[in-house]
């Protein structure tokens, strides 16, 4: 991964954060005040924001030209640890949304009001965990072709044998994410796919919202489990795509035009549709409208008349 999709990627995950935060300050003016439920969405948007700075400052520490040239060395492998800090950022993400599932506010009172219904990982999950499981598995599978057809040493890829009166010519192009490269980021894919499942059950079996109706706490965890889904989808699939872009222009340098194309192709649609799909949150209604609010062309709701 080169340091300028690092600092694409920087740059995108502040403009998202940017903007998630202009979002819901006006979002929350157009809403009564609703105190538990204010509270319930305080704490959310705070583990949101608190898992968003985490990531971006290990993605800016990486990107930094103090940091980016030791870190380039620090394994026996060269640029693995830069090419595994975008799925390192999504662990820690992950960590940061269990500690706040886990810290969820709890039901007061005896009685929970709130009644209790049957919710599920992938319901919870939407639209959006099919696709980001589909990212990684696609990622996954080029990650074992990528290993499988490096050359010795797995950090380049060689051209096509070419045979001449002399003997024979080839030659190689890199950095190429063979299998030292391949391997781990395949691992960190495992354990990044484990942690979204894992986080969804938090929100599946957390606490309901002392007050919430059925709808609004539904809601709720929808709502974390779409900033979830968002953020790693985000933070994954740029990096998957950084690596596929990497192995594109290996293999364009060894005359391997086809495998190149591919490559940049899946790498581009991958890359694109994690922007999309992480900003897409945005545009995410927080919590259906109170009973009784006005609607958005000024009327009200209007009590009819009892019959004479």
């Known amino acids: 991964m080169t340091g300028l999709s690092l600092v694409a990627l920087a740059v995108l995950g502040a403009l998202a954060a940017a903007a998630l935060a202009a979002a819901n300050a006006v979002r929350a003016r157009r809403h009564p005040r609703r105190p538990v439920l204010d509270a319930a969405l305080r704490h959310e948007r705070t583990t949101s924001v608190v898992a968003g700075v985490v990531a971006l400052t290990l993605i800016a520490y990486v990107v930094s030209p103090a940091a980016l040239p030791g870190l380039t060395g620090v394994t026996t492998t060269p640029g693995l640890l830069v090419a595994l800090s975008p799925f390192i950022a999504v662990v820690m993400v992950l960590v940061v949304r269990a500690i706040g599932e886990l810290a969820w506010p709890r039901p007061q009172g005896a009685v929970r009001t709130a009644p209790l219904s049957r919710r599920t990982i992938r319901g919870l999950g939407e639209w959006r965990l099919p696709l980001f499981l589909a990212t990684t598995a696609?990622?996954?599978?080029?990650?074992?072709?990528?290993?499988?057809?490096?050359?010795?040493?797995?950090?380049?890829?060689?051209?096509?044998?070419?045979?001449?009166?002399?003997?024979?010519?080839?030659?190689?192009?890199?950095?190429?994410?063979?299998?030292?490269?391949?391997?781990?980021?395949?691992?960190?894919?495992?354990?990044?796919?484990?942690?979204?499942?894992?986080?969804?059950?938090?929100?599946?079996?957390?606490?309901?919202?002392?007050?919430?109706?059925?709808?609004?706490?539904?809601?709720?965890?929808?709502?974390?489990?779409?900033?979830?889904?968002?953020?790693?989808?985000?933070?994954?699939?740029?990096?998957?795509?950084?690596?596929?872009?990497?192995?594109?222009?290996?293999?364009?340098?060894?005359?391997?035009?086809?495998?190149?194309?591919?490559?940049?192709?899946?790498?581009?649609?991958?890359?694109?549709?994690?922007?999309?799909?992480?900003?897409?949150?945005?545009?995410?209604?927080?919590?259906?409208?109170?009973?009784?609010?006005?609607?958005?062309?000024?009327?009200?709701?209007?009590?009819?008349?009892?019959?004479?």
Request: net charge neutral; hydrophobic share 50%.
């Open 138 to 308: 696609l990622a996954a599978v080029a990650l074992v072709v990528f290993g499988a057809t490096a050359g010795e040493g797995g950090g380049t890829v060689d051209a096509p044998l070419l045979v001449t009166v002399d003997g024979w010519v080839t030659a190689s192009s890199g950095p190429y994410p063979g299998w030292p490269y391949a391997g781990p980021l395949l691992g960190m894919l495992g354990v990044i796919t484990l942690g979204v499942l894992g986080v969804l059950r938090l929100v599946a079996r957390r606490g309901v919202v002392s007050g919430a109706t059925a709808q609004e706490d539904d809601s709720l965890r929808r709502l974390s489990a779409a900033h979830v889904l968002a953020g790693t989808q985000l933070l994954t699939g740029l990096g998957s795509a950084a690596v596929m872009l990497t192995a594109a222009l290996a293999l364009l340098g060894v005359d391997r035009t086809g495998a190149a194309v591919v490559a940049f192709a899946v790498g581009s649609a991958i890359g694109i549709t994690s922007v999309v799909v992480g900003l897409s949150v945005l545009a995410r209604q927080a919590l259906p409208a109170a009973p009784g609010t006005p609607s958005a062309t000024g009327t009200s709701a209007v009590t009819p008349a009892p019959q004479a």
